[in-house]
């Protein structure tokens, strides 16, 4: 595929290019921190080229991801801080509260699955927020899968690639409600195809998965020009690194609420 930055910076025309990618169902070979000097900055001002135009094309956000908030993901795509990315309608495959079963179009490039713990707001979190004023503004937790399907062939990027690309946001698995009073307690198994491949609990994302939404709070205006609202979805990182999700195959997570609260399960498969 040939670079998607063949000359000088032009935040715009490299969002055009990483969309068109996409549509067309090509991977890109050459990160943009390859092709020249690359900030964070600049990936987020890319970023918010490429959500304009999906706004264009009359997708809404819904929501946001919190990416890298725990130390599998950190690990397992040697990143060593947090970013963030816009939910937009048409990745919701399903809706909070639902059974919980999303099926990935066959447009996927490698798609990968996570499991997260998700939040939606009843109202906007202040900037700096702590976990208790996250929890206050906060109407519910949900159970959750996220489909990450980066651009970057072989997810081989640097953090400025993975942030310009939207945090490799592509579709979330909404399921069943979680109590809100322990998430960092509540146990998570991933499995692939009925075999368990990892297990964790909501402490992995920051210690809990609120803690992050603070941050997001401060960082949704000066990078992506927009804010936090009522209803929007959080979901705040994930608990375990992520597996592929092949053709023909069932990823599915399993959360147990402490104290014995019911076992939900959401789960996802891929159109062949």
Not at 58 to 70: A, F, I, N, Q
Not at 218 to 236: M, S, W
Request: glycine share 12%; net charge negative; hydrophobic share 45%.
């Amino acid at each position: 595929m040939p670079d998607v930055r063949p000359g000088p910076l032009v935040p715009g025309e490299v969002a055009r290019r990483l969309v068109a990618a996409r549509l067309r169902g090509a991977v890109l070979d050459v990160p943009l921190t390859d092709a020249g000097p690359f900030s964070l900055d600049d990936a987020y001002t890319v970023q918010r080229e490429v959500t304009a135009l999906r706004l264009a094309r009359g997708e809404r956000v819904v929501g946001w991801k919190l990416g890298y908030t725990s130390l599998a993901m950190r690990a397992q795509m040697g990143i060593d801080q947090p970013n963030l990315g816009p939910l937009t309608d048409t990745m919701l495959l399903t809706q909070p509260g639902s059974s919980g079963h999303g099926v990935v179009p066959p447009s996927a490039l490698q798609p990968r699955v996570e499991p997260e713990i998700a939040l939606r707001l009843a109202r906007p979190v202040p900037a700096g927020s702590g976990v208790d004023e996250v929890l206050a503004a906060c109407d519910g937790a949900f159970a959750a899968l996220e489909v990450v399907d980066s651009v970057w062939a072989g997810y081989r990027f640097r953090i400025e690639d993975n942030t310009a690309d939207g945090s490799s946001a592509a579709w979330v698995v909404l399921g069943p409600a979680l109590p809100l009073d322990d998430l960092p307690a509540i146990a998570v198994r991933l499995l692939v195809d009925g075999e368990e491949v990892a297990t964790s609990t909501g402490a992995a994302a920051s210690g809990h998965p609120a803690a992050g939404v603070g941050w997001l709070a401060g960082q949704v205006g000066p990078r992506t020009g927009l804010a936090l609202a009522a209803g929007d979805v959080v979901i705040t990182g994930g608990l375990t690194a992520a597996h592929v999700l092949a053709p023909g195959s069932v990823v599915a997570a399993e959360f147990s609420a402490p104290r014995g609260g019911p076992d939900v399960r959401v789960e996802v498969t891929r159109a062949g």
